[in-house]
């Protein structure tokens, strides 16, 4: 499976809640493959509430969030996200730019509860890295 998100975003969500911890290339990678498959999940969700309501689009309330958050305060990009959304959903589906934004907000929430556990597991280690290991650990206790 390829993944969608860049790196680069993710890395930078794993830093900023890991302090003065390094983040491996591993960990990032990590993190941006469980961020796709819980948003893929998520849009699944979404189209069976918007598919309830007769709709093939869908919207913000669909992935429960009531009002958007700007588009620049957000860390992940929301080209990928969309695609992202797009995975495991019938293509007759359409996303709304609203929805977009709403679930990348979504999931850089997910991704700074997740960073900031796996920071938390690094330095239990007694390591200076966040690695995947951490990640996959996170998953593994609370997944």
Do not use: C, W
Request: hydrophobic share 45%; charged share 35%; no cysteine.
């Amino acid at each position: 499976m390829s993944v969608e998100l860049p790196f680069a975003p993710v890395d930078t969500i794993i830093r900023r809640n890991a302090g003065d911890l390094r983040v491996s290339a591993d960990a990032a990678e990590e993190l941006a493959r469980r961020i796709q498959d819980h948003g893929a999940d998520l849009a699944i969700d979404a189209a069976e509430k918007a598919t309830t309501d007769g709709r093939k689009t869908l919207m913000s309330d669909d992935f429960g969030v009531g009002q958007v958050v700007d588009k620049e305060d957000l860390e992940l990009p929301v080209a990928p996200v969309d695609r992202i959304a797009r995975l495991e959903i019938d293509d007759s589906y359409r996303v709304a730019m609203d929805a977009r934004i709403a679930l990348a907000d979504i999931l850089e929430d997910y991704a700074d509860n997740v960073a900031k556990a796996a920071a938390v597991l690094a330095r239990h280690a007694d390591r200076r890295t966040v690695k995947a290991e951490d990640i996959e650990t996170y998953f593994e206790l609370f997944g």
